[in-house]
Structure formats: C-alpha cells, structure tokens
C-alpha cells in the first residue's frame, strides 16, 4: 500500500520562525496535495503539485514537488499563530486511491 | 465560497445501532468521497462515489458500510451494525473534475459508539 511518511512528526516553533514540512513518498508519486486541519475541525485544501519540480507559493506557504525523490516539501516564512494545525500531505496511488500522509502537528508560539 | 456541510457534526450511538452520516456537497460537484480519521491517527480512504455507484473503495469500507446519493443534493453513509473501532471522524468530500481528487472537505462527524 502506498505509504507517505511526514517529518517532523511535530513541531513547535517561535512565532516568526521559518519552517520545512516533508512528504516522502514509498511509491511513485502522480500529484500531490497538501491540507491543513485545524484540531478536530475539517480539512483545508492548500495546494496541489502535478509535475516534477513544481513549486507553488499561497501567502506565506510555499511547496515544491521532486518526482525523483518522491519527496514534497511544505515551507512556511515568517510563521504565525494562525498557521498553527496538522498538515497532510495527500497523494494518488496507481490503485486510483488517494492517501494522505502520518501528519504534521504545528505548533506556533507568540 | 460554497462549501460541503455535513450533518450531524457529533453522532452518539450504541453499539450494534446503524448510523446514517449526511453529507450536501458542493452543488456542481460530481465525485463524491467519505473518509474517516480515528483518533490521534491518519487520514484513512474509504470510499468514492461517481454517477450513482462506487468507483473505488478501500479495504475498510466492507459490507457494514453502504453510500448512497438518495437525492440530487444529499450523500449518506451508512454503517449497518455499528461496532466500537467506528468510533472516529467521518469526512465527506466533493469534486468537479473527473480524476480530480478531492479538494472540498466537510468538517467531518464525529462518530462515538458506545
């Protein structure tokens, strides 16, 4: 089965604080979503990455797909108490199944 | 924005109960998902639903579990004979394009079996 793992598991940074969220995939990679869900609410969509090195930027959020490394990564600048939330990396598998990955809790501190 | 609601947002029932979880996607939507995410655990696919039938479904998603679109805004989930490990958050999802994953999430039921 398709398996995406996330680092760092957690996070807990300063208010300010730039920081890097991964994704790697076992399994080659057709698209990969990122989400943020904010603590027992639903999940947001924040960007999709299709092709090998793709990079998108939304606000502050910036994330970048490397098909070869099956890996994609999530960087935030200058974070905010409002960026705090678990982020799910989500991927299709060759099943036509879509996963999502272990998660990332952050955590933003004025 | 429009955005997917889902009913009820807490569900208490007893074990063994069925248990319907409501869903209104996005109105132009087509493909339809539920999800479901146990506590302090991943994000886990259940099942997708196109043109009034499953396209894909996941290995949880047995024959406890039932979807259906009863109408032209509602879709239900279905689990017959409720047991304890169901206890999780429920997520429904929608999407326009076909081979579009989901992109619209509700903000999903919480489910507990007692």
């Known amino acids: 089965s398709q398996e995406l793992e996330q680092s760092p598991q957690s996070l807990i940074v300063q208010e300010g604080k730039n920081l890097t969220i991964n994704c790697t995939s076992s399994k080659t990679l057709y698209g990969l979503y990122w989400y943020k869900q904010k603590y027992g609410e639903g999940l947001i969509f924040l960007m999709m990455?299709?092709?090998?090195?793709e990079e998108k930027s939304h606000e502050k959020i910036t994330a970048k797909l490397d098909e070869k490394k099956q890996q994609s990564s999530l960087h935030i600048t200058a974070s905010q108490p409002s960026h705090a939330g678990i982020y799910l990396c989500?991927?299709?598998?060759?099943?036509?199944?879509?996963?999502f990955g272990t998660g990332t809790s952050l955590t933003v501190i004025p | 924005e429009p955005e997917v609601t889902q009913t009820p947002s807490h569900q208490v029932t007893q074990m063994g109960q069925e248990v319907i979880l409501r869903c209104v996607p996005i109105?132009?939507?087509?493909?339809f998902y539920w999800y479901r995410q146990i506590l302090g655990q991943k994000v886990e696919f259940l099942v997708s639903?196109?043109?009034?039938?499953?396209?894909?479904k996941s290995e949880i998603f047995d024959d406890q579990f039932s979807v259906e679109r009863p109408d032209g805004s509602n879709f239900t989930l279905k689990i017959r004979s409720t047991k304890l490990e169901d206890s999780a958050m429920y997520f429904c999802a929608s999407s326009a394009i076909k081979g579009s994953q989901p992109q619209h999430f509700g903000d999903g039921t919480r489910l507990s079996i007692l």
């Open positions: 990455l299709q092709k090998g090195g």
């Open positions: 109105s132009n939507h087509l493909y």
């Open positions: 639903f196109y043109n009034n039938e499953i396209s894909e």
């Open positions: 989500g991927a299709v598998t060759t099943g036509n199944q879509f996963y």
